[in-house]
Nanobody, 121 residues
Framework: QVQLVESGGGLVQRGGSLRLSCAAS????????MGWYRQAPGKQRELVAS???????NYADSVKGRFTMSRDNAKYTVYLQMNSLKPEDTAVYYC???????????????WGQGTQVTVSS
C-alpha cells in the first residue's frame, strides 16, 4: 500500500503565499518523478509543476516565477511554495508520484486526496 497525503492548503488573499506539502508512505522502493496538479471547478486537471528524482523541475507557464517545487528524498516528501497568489490559482491541488513499490517492483502512478487552495481578491 502506498499513500500520498497533502497538507498546507487554505484561504489566502491575493498576493499572499502558501506552502503545500505531500508526504508519500508505504511500500515504496523508489520514487521517480513527482508532480503537483490542480483542478478548478469546471476545468480539467492541469500540471502545475513536476520534479525528477535528481531534482530537475518543470513549471506551467502560468506559475513560472511564482511557484517553486522542491523535494526531500529522505522523507519522501515534496513541497510547493506558492508566492504572489492570484484568484485564478484557486483550485484543488493534487500530489502525484510515479514510483516503484514492493512486492513485485511495479512502477505506477499514485495520487493524493487533494487540498483546497482559495485565493480571494
Amino acid at each position: 500500500q502506498v499513500q500520498l497525503v497533502e497538507s498546507g492548503g487554505g484561504l489566502v488573499q491575493r498576493g499572499g503565499s502558501l506552502r503545500l506539502s505531500c508526504a508519500a508512505s508505504g511500500s515504496i522502493l523508489r520514487i521517480n518523478a513527482m508532480g503537483w496538479y490542480r483542478q478548478a471547478p469546471g476545468k480539467q486537471r492541469e500540471l502545475v509543476a513536476s520534479i525528477t528524482s535528481s531534482g530537475s523541475t518543470n513549471y506551467a507557464d502560468s506559475v513560472k516565477g511564482r511557484f517553486t517545487m522542491s523535494r526531500d528524498n529522505a522523507k519522501y516528501t515534496v513541497y510547493l511554495q506558492m508566492n504572489s497568489l492570484k484568484p485564478e490559482d484557486t483550485a484543488v491541488y493534487y500530489c502525484q508520484a510515479n514510483l516503484r513499490s514492493w512486492p513485485g517492483g511495479a512502477v505506477s502512478d499514485y495520487w493524493g486526496q487533494g487540498t483546497q487552495v482559495t485565493v480571494s481578491s
